[in-house]
């Protein structure tokens, strides 16, 4: 069974740093790209950051670029986020995500994310 | 960045209702779209990729169409397990973006 926990969350105050890790079972992780989204209170969600297999190639959103990092240990089954001058509305819940992929019958590939942790929230307060 | 609308934004449906939900997006994605089924608390749960194919354990009520750059994700038959808002999410090209979302609550 899939399972990806994550931990890390909490209080921080603005400027302050957090450390996000997702721990995953269930599958081979390194075959898998991994993502983390997050979602505002009451809002939408938001992807912000991919890692790829070998943790070699990173993408981010504009709004966390330059702050956040994230990388992944294959050995341990884990991909992280640190989280570095983080703002008030930094504040959500984050959740990792898993890369799955598939090909059709002309041999098209498609990703999307199949299998996703319960989250942990992140507030950002004074 | 690719700008996905959904609409509606609120939708009040009946159980046994068909109900349809509009993603459009602001340039073409080649099919790289997904829907996703979130209930209040819970993360999101994968129901739809590549437009149209149908993750696998989600009930066959549950499609997906395209039409150029409109998606359309319709339920035939509401289920009170259906109640719950719904994203679409583009996966061509990063940033991955997401719809506002649609809520779908009982009338």
């Known amino acids: 069974e899939v399972q990806l926990v994550e931990s890390g969350g909490g209080v921080v105050q603005p400027g302050g740093s957090l450390r996000l890790s997702c721990k995953a079972s269930g599958f081979i992780f390194s075959n898998n790209w991994m993502h983390w989204v997050r979602q505002a209170p009451g809002q939408g969600l938001v992807w912000i950051s991919r890692?790829?297999?070998?943790?070699?190639?990173?993408s981010y959103a504009d709004s966390v670029k330059g702050r956040f990092t994230i990388s992944r240990d294959n050995a341990n089954n884990t991909v992280t986020l640190q989280m570095n001058s983080l703002r008030v509305d930094d504040t959500a819940v984050y959740y990792c995500?898993?890369?799955?992929?598939?090909?059709?019958?002309?041999?098209?590939?498609?990703?999307?994310?199949?299998?996703w942790g319960q989250g942990t929230l992140v507030t950002v307060s004074s | 960045d690719i700008q996905l609308t959904q609409s509606p934004s609120f939708l009040s449906a009946s159980v046994g209702d068909r109900v349809t939900i509009t993603c459009r997006a602001s340039q073409g994605i080649n099919s790289y779209l997904a829907w996703y089924q979130q209930k209040p608390g819970k993360a999101p749960k994968l129901l739809i990729y590549a437009a149209s194919t149908l993750q696998s354990g989600v009930p066959s009520r549950f499609s997906g169409s395209e039409s150029g750059t409109e998606f359309t994700l319709s339920i035939s038959s509401l289920q009170p397990e259906d109640f719950a808002t719904y994203y679409c999410?583009?996966?061509?090209?990063?940033?991955?973006?997401f719809g506002q979302g649609t809520k779908l609550e009982i009338k």
């Open positions: 890692v790829n297999s070998d943790g070699r190639s990173t």
């Open positions: 999410q583009q996966l061509n090209s990063y940033p991955y973006t």
């Open positions: 995500a898993r890369d799955g992929y598939s090909f059709d019958s002309s041999g098209q590939y498609y990703n999307y994310f199949d299998f």
